[in-house]
T-cell receptor
């Protein structure tokens, strides 16, 4: 089975712009989570979705939003980009049979805000 | 709230040396514990996990034992290789957090192995 896929792999934006990141989970996984990883730090939780419903939200401003589609893929949107939004954005999927807390990560989208 | 504390890196070792990376946690419930590894330019990969006290997770020569009495989950490997050079993250997932299983990660420990 294919792993978690994310697109695009890299992205350069300017302050004030908006960005949409995409994620496809492992086949059969119904839960998707989004994380922000700043250089030298661990992943910081942004959102978790299960069956198209938001199951958790981290301590991020309302400029960050997400959704999950009927095929369990997901999008993360960030509006009014700031320089501090530059980071690696990771998507992870999980399933009940492997344990909901076990996260399977994609390769990430590296966002640079100029 | 939940938290994970890892030893600061970088940890620098020679090939075939013994590795220990310390990890301690605080949690409100009975968490599952994980080690993830991140190679340069990649996402995180699950290395091993343990779901209850005294469980030992193991994979690729790495081991960690869930110690509830000391709230620890230290990562060990008997003989490291250059290819083990990466950043290692300790994490916990606590279903008591409203049933949402949202993981909490440590800051990561960089391991550098020299030939």
């Amino acid at each position: 089975d294919a792993g978690v896929t994310q697109s695009p792999t890299h992205l350069i934006k300017t302050r004030g712009q908006q960005v949409t990141l995409r994620c496809s989970p492992i086949s059969g996984h119904k839960s998707v989570s989004w994380y922000q990883q700043v250089l030298g730090q661990g992943p910081q939780f942004i959102f978790q979705y299960y069956e198209k419903e938001e199951r958790g939200r981290g301590n991020f401003p309302d400029r960050f939003s997400a959704r999950q589609f009927p095929n369990y893929s997901s999008e993360l949107n960030v509006n009014a980009l700031l320089l501090g939004d530059s980071a690696l954005y990771l998507c992870a999927s999980s399933s009940e049979d492997r344990g909901w807390g076990t996260q399977y990560f994609g390769p990430g989208t590296r966002l640079l805000v100029l | 709230g939940n938290s994970v504390t890892q030893m600061e890196g970088p940890v620098t070792l020679s090939e075939e040396a013994f590795l220990t990376i310390n990890c301690t946690y605080t949690a409100t419930g009975y968490p599952s514990l994980f080690w993830y590894v991140q190679y340069p330019g990649e996402g995180l990969q699950l290395l091993l996990k343990a779901t209850k006290a005294d469980d030992k997770g193991s994979n690729k020569g790495f081991e960690a034992t869930y110690r509830k009495e000391t709230t620890s989950f230290h990562l060990e490997k008997g003989s490291v290789q250059v290819s083990d050079s990466a950043v290692y993250f300790c994490a916990l997932s606590d279903p008591s957090s409203g049933g949402s299983y949202i993981p909490t990660f440590g800051r990561g420990t960089s391991l550098i192995v020299h030939p």
